[in-house]
């Protein structure tokens, strides 16, 4: 498991670090592998559900044109729906459930630096970071977190890491209590 630190500001701009576990490279992996088995799920729903709609109306025909390889722009638009399928996959996911379908199946959980629920914006910012090339191979770097969680200040934790932060957070209501990396040096 790779370390962060929770940190509590004391009022007098003092800091107290406290050890927390952000999930391992191979859980990590097991996401990711997981997430892609989501994704082609979710884009065949979606498919369907289009084509069947489309279909009610008629336009079957005209839409299976669209991404036809005789269509000169039929590749252009077979990539802009995949990747709108990609956002929309991890941004609803990670909106309403706090967690992609391949944490959920590790029990892991997507927390903002105050160990909370990220905002729409953070999850906005980790959706569209997922878009950059090579982004999955980040998550293999020395610290264990992806350019996904570092540019949105977000981790992934265990539930029973979790769980150990929310007790920490109900013990302690006093100051602003975040998660932190230790190699980090960002202000909040």
Known sequence: MEKGSLYENQGDNSIMYIEVKCVGKLTRL??????????YIFSIFIGFILGFVLALFGESQSFIEIFSERNPN??????????????LYYL???????????????GSFVVNEYG?????????VRTVSRLVPFEPFSC???????????WSHTFVVSKSELDEIKILLSVDQIGNIG?????ENYEL
């Not at 039929?74 to 956002?87: N, Q, R």
């Not at 293999?140 to 570092?150: F, K, P």
């Open 92 to 106: 609803l996911s990670e909106t309403f459930m706090h967690r992609t379908p391949g944490k959920f199946l590790t």
């Open 140 to 150: 293999l770097a020395s610290s264990g977190r992806g350019w996904h969680d570092t």
């Open 179 to 183: 998660l932190r990396r230790e190699e």
């Open 116 to 124: 909370e629920k990220p905002n729409f914006n953070a999850v906005l």
């Open 30 to 39: 097991g996401h990711f592998i997981a997430d892609i088995i989501g994704y």
């Open 74 to 87: 039929g590749p252009l638009y077979s990539s802009l729906f995949g990747l709108t399928i990609i956002v």
